[in-house]
C-alpha cells in the first residue's frame, strides 16, 4: 500500500513503547454488549495488535477512531491512519443514517415491505478449532466469518434495488481481509432494518503515516459523492466531510496541508474540565446515541474545522465505534442467536514507529 510519512508540529516525539496483546477478553467484549445483556467471545480478527494499556476503561474514549487521534495529538505521539480508517468512519456514519430513516428509504434500497431473510450456507466454511482464539467460546461450529459475510454482502448486492453493497464494501489498493470484512459487516449493520441475516449449517502527532494512494482518497470522494446522490437529506453530513477529503487526498499525493493537519483535534476545557472535542476529527462523527438505543444529531450546526471556540462534542456522548448486527445460526436445526460486532474495536500501536493507530476488527459473540 502506498504510504507517506510527514512533519505536522515541532514538538517532541513521544517514544514510549506499549505492551500489545493480539487478544480480545471478555471485558473487551463487555463494552459492545447491551446494558441488559451479556456477550461469550467466540472469535474476532484484528489488523494491529492492541496496546494493553490504552484500552482500559479508564483510560479510552469509547470511539476508539476518535480516541487514537486524540491520544497520539494530546501526548505527542505519532500517528498513522489509513484511508480504511476514513471509509470505515464514513460508512458507519452512513449505516446509522440509513437505519434510523429506514422507512424513507426502502423504495429506493428494496422492493419489499418488513425484513426479508438472507440464507447463507456455510458448511463449507467450516474451520477448526485450533483456528479459533483459544479463550473463544466452542458451543457452536467454527466458521470463516470473514467468507461469510463476504458471501452474505454478495446475497445483499443481489437483493437490493440500490447497489449499495458494491458502493461501501469495495477494497481500496491496500485493504487487508480484515478491514474488508469490516467493510462486509457495516454493509449488514446498514441494511440490518430491511434484512435478517442467516448463517447455515446442513450437517484509526508529531507525525502523520497516511496509508493509501491519492487514487484510493480520489475513490473515497467519488463514492462519497455517490451517496450524496442517494441520501439527499445527508448532506447536512456528507458536505462537510468533502474538504477534509480533499485534504486527505493532497496528503497523499506528498502535498500535506500542514495548519489542517495541527486542527485535527483539541480538547474545550482546562485543567480537570476537560469536556468536549472540538477540531475537523469531530466531523467524522454525525451521530451520538440518545442513551435509548437511537442516535441524534452531533453538533453539526457549526464547523469542527476551527479552533478555539466553545464547539464541539462532548466525551460522555461518543458511542463505541463498531457497528453491530444479530443473526442467527442455524445447525441442523438448533438455532442459535448471535452478534456479529465489526468496527474500530481499540487502540493499536505499530512497533517500529511507536505511531499509535486505530485498530479495525471484528468478532462474533453468544449472549448468554
Known sequence: MATITFAVAKVDVCTKNHATTEDLSEFDVARWAAKSQKLSLENFQINYPLVSDLNGNNHRIKNAFVGSVFKAYCEHYPLELSVEDIWVAITQGVSIHLNENAEKYRELMVSHEGKKTLTLPVDSLRIPDSARPKIGNKSVPGINWSAAVRQMGELIRGDMKTDLATLLTTPFSGTTQVEQAVFDCTLMDSVKSYYDFRFSLCCGLPQVTLRGSPEDFQQVINRL????????????????????????????????DIDWWQKICHSVGGGSDISMLAGWLADFVPYISDGTGHYRKARCDHHHYTQGMI??????????????????????????KMKLIAGFLGIGQNTKTGALRPCLGWLTALPV
Open 225 to 256: 459523492n455517490q451517496l450524496r446522490s442517494i441520501f439527499t437529506d445527508f448532506h447536512w453530513w456528507l458536505d462537510i466531510l468533502l474538504p477534509h477529503l480533499q485534504q486527505l487526498k493532497a496528503s497523499a499525493e506528498g502535498k500535506p
Open 311 to 336: 464547539n464541539g462534542i462532548e466525551f460522555g456522548d461518543f458511542s463505541e465505534a463498531v457497528t453491530q448486527t444479530d443473526f442467527i445460526l442455524d445447525d441442523n436445526g438448533h438455532e442459535t
